[in-house]
């Protein structure tokens, strides 16, 4: 699903192709610039071609467009986007350019582009942007043309390589590691920047910690997947791309986007090799954003959206179930009477209420307003369940005519224990028959029926 900005409905590859279209064929400086934020990073194909703000785009770009004026003809020739966090995208383009070289000539040249972006005051903004050109000199099968750097000893000392391995080391946005294609993968490398986001002080540490095998550095409970991702991955190709925890030398865990790819080590042995980032800030805030969707705002419980989902798949593996309604009588009165605030308050002690008398694995939600449900599953003893729910009724009743005495206030129930399997539409139809029994006849009481 394309995602759009909610103020203007851009989309983010309708962003990315609007910053292309100015920037190659129109070749305006202000409207290209339009699109980024301030504090872009933009790095280019030529080595002075870095700018970490928008002001040092500003002149990268004026720059060029002094020197090469004419519209810079272009297509995609391949696309994709990836939702790193809610409200952040990287995109990936593959370009074939095509440019004057002289009169009546034209070259082509293809670039591979990487942008970023973020949701800012309801507009989608580039805040990154690399572009780079497919080297000739790398091998299928490589990370990078090491073999070029190697076998040019006649031009490039040792001295030199390894300063040329370390800048590699330092471009890159995580850690490396690598290990064998054999039961627990055997360690064979493992770069500085890997060791700093474990906590390693020395590869021999890090070595002698896990055993020798890179399987011990992952998270006990995610290894199965990432055998079996990895196992996928690699049969329907070379490379693979998967999310999981990696234990730190404290024996702590962060999780980290792990991205690699087959291939052969220098003694001829089959292994896979990753770039592994930190991304435990994101997960920690999709996950904190995913409790905030399924909560009530107020009380803190399951909101009816995911109440309904919550009941749905424990409805799936439960053999009999007790689900029942609750309502605030003339709760409304309690607003009137001494204010919303105070309200709130009664809504916040009752459910405290609530949770102190079910079961933990019971799923308490709030349907909206004064009206709450429980569904307890696989329960045997509903006679058990009844009478605590009518000692909820009494406590509610004693708390409210203590601190709330003008509401007259009362809690009823009512609800259905059943082993049929139900959808949750049918749940709520009856039970809420069953309550609305109860708040015909006399209320304050709590009625189940057994159907």
């Not at 507009?123 to 299928?140: V, W």
């Not at 909820?392 to 009823?412: D, F, H, K, N, V």
């Not at 029994?437 to 209320?443: A, G, H, L």
Request: aromatic share 10%; charged share 25%; glycine share 8%.
């Amino acid at each position: 699903m394309e995602y759009r900005c909610e103020e203007n409905g851009r989309s983010v590859r309708t962003v990315v192709e609007t910053f292309l279209h100015r920037y190659f064929w129109q070749r305006d400086v202000e409207s290209t610039l339009a699109l980024v934020s301030d504090t872009v990073y933009s790095i280019g194909t030529g080595e002075g071609e870095v700018a970490m703000d928008k002001a040092a785009m500003r002149c990268l770009l004026e720059q060029e467009t002094a020197l090469m004026s004419d519209p810079i003809g272009y297509e995609i020739t391949g696309y994709s986007q990836r939702q790193r966090a809610p409200g952040v995208w990287d995109c990936y383009c593959a370009l074939r350019l095509h440019l004057k070289a002289a009169e009546e000539m034209r070259a082509e040249y293809s670039i591979r582009l990487t942008l970023g972006m973020h949701e800012q005051d309801g507009r989608l903004l580039l805040d990154t942007l690399h572009a780079s050109e497919p080297s000739h000199s790398q091998e299928e099968g490589e990370f990078f043309p090491i073999r070029f750097i190697s076998e040019g000893s006649g031009q490039v000392n040792l001295k030199t390589q390894r300063e040329l391995l370390e800048i590699i080391e330092q471009i890159m946005p995580g850690g490396i590691v690598g290990g064998y294609l054999e039961s627990g993968f055997p360690l064979y490398v493992a770069n500085n920047r890997l060791l700093q986001m474990a906590g390693y002080e020395s590869y021999q540490e890090f070595e002698e910690d896990i055993e020798g095998l890179v399987i011990n550095s992952i998270h006990p409970d995610d290894r199965e997947l990432v055998n079996r991702e990895l196992e996928r991955s690699l049969a329907e190709g070379d490379q693979y791309e998967i999310e999981y925890r990696m234990l730190c030398r404290d024996k702590s865990s962060i999780w980290v986007h792990d991205i690699g790819r087959r291939t052969v080590a220098l003694d001829g042995r089959p292994a896979v090799i990753s770039v592994l980032t930190d991304i435990s800030e994101q997960v920690y805030r999709t996950a904190h954003l995913k409790r905030e969707a399924a909560s009530d705002p107020l009380t803190g419980i399951y909101n009816r959206k995911a109440g309904e989902e919550q009941i749905r798949h424990a409805m799936q593996s439960c053999a009999s179930y007790l689900f029942v309604m609750f309502d605030l009588d003339n709760f409304k009165k309690v607003n009137d009477t001494y204010g919303h605030q105070q309200g709130d308050a009664v809504l916040n002690a009752f459910v405290r209420q609530m949770l102190h008398t079910f079961r933990r694995t019971d799923i308490v939600c709030r349907l909206g307003g004064d009206e709450f449900a429980v569904f307890i599953p696989d329960l045997y003893d509903v006679q058990a369940v009844k009478t605590k729910i009518e000692a909820l009724i009494g406590s509610y009743q004693q708390m409210m005519e203590t601190g709330w005495p003008s509401a007259r206030a009362a809690l009823s129930a009512g609800g259905i224990y059943s082993r049929k399997p139900r959808c949750f539409a049918e749940l709520y139809k009856l039970a809420d028959d069953v309550l609305y029994e109860v708040k015909n006849e006399e209320k304050g009481r709590a009625r189940i029926r057994e159907i």
